[in-house]
């Protein structure tokens, strides 16, 4: 399979029926057309007491051209139809570790490849959503969600996001698993197309993808179906803090 080419057919996926209109086959297909300008992204500070943030990807700075994967109607748009890309995050595991026994999840910076709305100055919506997990790698099963977020996504190519969360969980270093979930809603009708950011540069931990219309239904490790350089650009940006517990005095 030539890198940039669409991915036309996977004996691993349910083939589905496109919308009547188009009758062309779903399928995983990477943007054959991406920018390609190199963007500077957000290295994770060194520190891990107090504002911390965690990645799994050895080069947070480079987002590649035609790396990425969605589940898309192909040629011409490439519009996509609902994905969910995941990261899994084991607290206990980060070397150094983190130093204190608590930590707050307050924002997710991800790479974006391409995101193209029909024209310059449209949006695209995306949703952020923070679990916890009772099992890494996660299942559909394992996750309890704690916190979502939306965010309008404008046409932007190469770049970083970052996308706040009002509702800022805290999570147990000691056992702690931390899912992030980066869903992009069905943009065939609307004309959307949205290519996630990654590289082929290193990770610590899978990155996972679910497209029900590619046949994956399942949270599936992305090199499990044939795609083990999308190494999904993601960084967890929060704080690790002491837990606030309760003293008991005695007045004599």
Known sequence: MTKHRPVQCLAVFLTLALLAATAQAQSLRRNPNGPTTPFGGIAPPSGVLGATSITQSTNTATITSGNSVSCNGGSPGFFHTDNSYYRAFTLSSFNPPLTSTQFLVQSVTIGIETANASG?????????????????PPTNASLTLLSTANANVSDQALTSLTVPLTTQPVFTVATGILVIEIFTPSGQAAGHSFFIGSNALGQSGPSFIKAASCGITEITSLAAIGFPNMHIVMTVNGNSQAPVGLETFSIE
């Open 120 to 136: 310059t100055g449209t949006t695209q919506p995306m949703t952020v959503n923070v679990y916890s997990s009772t099992t890494n």
